[in-house]
């Protein structure tokens, strides 16, 4: 249900319909007026808050539009056994429910078919098509937004005074009603007919595809990133937006699915979603030279059939996953990986992508992770505690907080020199599994306490002046993000988002400053020895890594991640497979303090971040640092830039060798046939062409 209140909510709602037959079949109006009341308050409570249960009934035929007839059912029903039937308000109830539902088809098929025609066969982001075609304004969002729930709630007049009327003994108040319902139902269904037709609709396809070839003819992008995938994967795509950026080249980003688009985090790259296929064939990209994809998925088909331009898997992270060694990694003309062990792993898993192929780039998307330079001695060491969530199957080596996660915290907080602990969850933590929200509850309120002892404790002093100095930018940062975020404005629709997709870069410059601003005032808000639980989007997790002097984790891209910093980190081997075995088995964890369930080893950990010239692994991080991720020089964005334009390089090579190719051969085919007609053979009154006349 996702509440206790959605679950009252949906407990009221499923209870309304039997006490409304109950107080029909009595009768009684008040009764009836009172659990109509219930019904209309938790099922649009349910459907503002997209209750699970809202979903599920519609599947066994008691949608919305069902729960509507249904109560509209059991007023005639009380109606007649009010001994009312004789009545003309009886006779108008009926005619009213008739007329008012004969108004849904044409209500419905207004909205589909408005939707249908502002749906732009070319949605884009910071593309001009503004100046090229006329995209007129969305419809106002009270009208399509929830349109099915408004217009069933128009009944609402109807009823209230059909129940006045019947109450009353007076048929007036009921007809005023009824009229009110089938006047609004009317009015809205009038109100939408002028916006599926004339100027209020968009160009079509032809005329908006012709507007995006003239783009893309005067922009000239030279390296694409393509991407497709389902609304949870835009994260796959977002990692990728900074490294575009940046890039020497031209960027254009590529996508397939509109629910990408809208998870799109911003950019100032100008981004294409084209969801068909035939028409993304036809769009002019003949000025790209390389083509990016960050994931292995059948509509890649749409482009790699391009000869022009050079392609790349570049993927979305860099582990010892199966996805990193997929055997549809062949079809491109080069993978990227981060370093040496990427490398590796194709040459293991022998799965036919060549070595010659394979080129070393580095994470740029690692590039805010800070090096370790030691714990400043006006401070006490930082530890983050940074499980990955339960996963799907169940595995217990998935995740450390069920079997772990108490004792890792315990230990930390309890430890003598102190340390301070920030506990940062998987954001998915518990959603499969209870055990696994039960623990991260336990670990967040043994979190909270310590926090709180701490505090008590003399030893450690506030600077309550600094701390509200901070807090006070937090508040200003936040009120300036918040205006900010105001004036971008609400989009009324894909096409109307198209239209006013152009960023403003000034305004992006300054949200991004404004996000460091916050995040260096957020660390000052609070003592630099106060245990912290971090949980939601900010401080994200890199930020968590930069105040960290060491990590507690499991085995995720969290780990592969935090070896750019350097600094000593621990894995704990949920499965206790054994540390010989679980070092062979992920190769991330070969220069980490591995931990059992019962967090034992965490004084290793510990001892490496106070005296750091006394650290075992030290040696053993750098050598791995390298190993996964590359060298630190040249920067991983610098060979990510001459890895594109080695590549864009030998595609223009390509290019200009095919159409020398072409060229001789036409030259050639034209020498033929200009030599051939001198002495072309001419027909005579005896030639039977090759018959023979015997």
């Not at 969850?425 to 926090?451: C, N, Y």
């Not at 290793?604 to 006394?614: C, T, Y």
Request: proline share 5%; net charge neutral.
């Amino acid at each position: 249900m996702g509440s206790a209140a959605e679950l009252a909510a949906a407990v009221l709602m499923v209870a309304g319909f039997p006490a409304l037959m109950l107080a029909a079949l009595v009768p009684s109006v008040p009764a009836f007026a009172a659990a109509a009341a219930v019904t209309y308050l938790a099922d649009h409570y349910l459907h503002r808050k997209g209750s699970y249960l809202i979903n599920r009934l519609g599947k066994v035929r008691a949608g919305l539009s069902i729960r509507f007839l249904i109560r509209q059912l059991l007023l005639v029903l009380l109606l007649a056994r009010l001994s009312l039937a004789d009545n003309l308000i009886y006779y108008g109830a009926i005619a009213c429910f008739i007329a008012f539902y004969g108004l849904q088809a044409p209500h419905g098929a207004l909205v589909q078919l408005i939707r249908n025609r502002r749906r732009m066969p070319v949605a884009t982001r910071n593309v001009d098509l503004k100046s090229r075609i006329r995209i007129p304004d969305a419809p106002p969002r009270r009208l399509l937004h929830r349109s099915a729930e408004k217009m069933l709630h128009l009944d609402l007049a109807a009823v209230v005074g059909i129940l006045l009327a019947a109450q009353l003994k007076s048929s007036l108040i009921g007809f005023i009603g009824i009229g009110i319902t089938v006047a609004l139902a009317t009015l809205y269904v009038l109100t939408l007919v002028p916006y599926v037709r004339g100027r209020k609709i968009p160009p079509n396809a032809e005329r908006v595809l012709a507007a995006v070839d003239d783009w893309l003819g005067e922009y000239q992008p030279e390296t694409v990133l393509y991407f497709s995938g389902s609304k949870d994967s835009a994260y796959q795509v977002n990692m990728w937006l900074d490294t575009m950026e940046k890039l020497d080249s031209k960027p254009l980003i590529i996508l397939r699915e509109r629910a990408i688009l809208n998870n799109l985090a911003p950019t100032t790259v100008p981004v294409i979603c084209v969801p068909g296929g035939v028409h993304l064939m036809n769009l002019d990209l003949s000025t790209v030279r390389v083509a990016l994809y960050a994931a292995n998925v059948g509509k890649n088909i749409h482009l790699l059939r391009v000869p022009t331009m050079k392609h790349v898997f570049i993927g979305h992270g860099d582990s010892d996953k199966l996805a990193s060694v997929n055997p549809f990694s062949k079809v491109y003309d080069e993978v990227w990986t981060a370093g040496r062990a990427g490398r590796d792993r194709y040459a293991i898993a022998d799965v036919g992508v060549r070595d010659d192929d394979i080129v070393e780039v580095g994470r740029p998307q690692l590039a805010p992770i800070q090096p370790w330079q030691g714990v400043p001695e006006d401070r006490i060491p930082t530890v983050l505690y940074a499980p990955t969530w339960e996963g799907w199957d169940g595995n217990p080596g998935n995740t450390s907080i069920v079997l772990a996660g108490e004792n890792i915290v315990r230990k930390l907080v309890a430890a003598d020199p102190p340390v301070r602990v920030l506990y940062k969850p998987h954001p998915f933590t518990g959603t499969v599994s209870k055990e696994a929200g039960a623990a991260h509850q336990r670990i967040t309120a043994l979190v909270r306490k310590a926090a709180a002892e701490r505090a008590m404790d003399p030893r450690f002093v506030a600077d309550t002046a600094a701390q509200a100095q901070a807090k006070a930018e937090l508040d200003r940062i936040e009120a300036r993000l918040a205006q900010l975020s105001g004036a971008g404005g609400d989009r009324g629709d894909e096409a109307e988002a198209t239209r006013e997709g152009l960023v403003d870069v000034a305004r992006h410059e300054e949200v991004a400053r404004l996000r460091a601003e916050w995040n260096d005032a957020y660390w000052r808000s609070f003592p630099d020895w106060e245990h912290r639980v971090i949980t939601g989007a900010e401080p994200r997790l890199y930020d968590c890594f930069n105040v960290s002097d060491a990590m507690v984790s499991d085995i995720s891209s969290v780990v592969s991640d935090f070896i750019a910093s350097g600094k000593p980190y621990a894995v704990t081997d949920s499965a206790e497979v054994g540390v010989e075995e679980f070092k062979r088995n992920n190769t991330a964890v070969r220069a980490a303090v591995i931990l059992s369930n019962s967090a034992k080893e965490l004084g290793e950990l510990l001892s490496a971040v106070r005296d750091p010239a006394a650290d075992p692994l030290a040696e053993d991080r750098k050598e791995l640092k390298q190993y996964l991720l590359g060298p630190d020089e040249p920067t991983s964005l610098e060979q990510f830039n001459t890895a594109v334009a080695n590549l864009a390089l030998k595609a223009e090579t390509r290019n200009v060798g095919q159409q020398s190719r072409d060229a001789a051969a036409l030259a050639e085919a034209e020498t033929e046939l200009a030599n051939a007609v001198p002495g072309q053979r001419v027909s005579t009154a005896g030639d039977t062409d090759g018959v023979g006349t015997g």
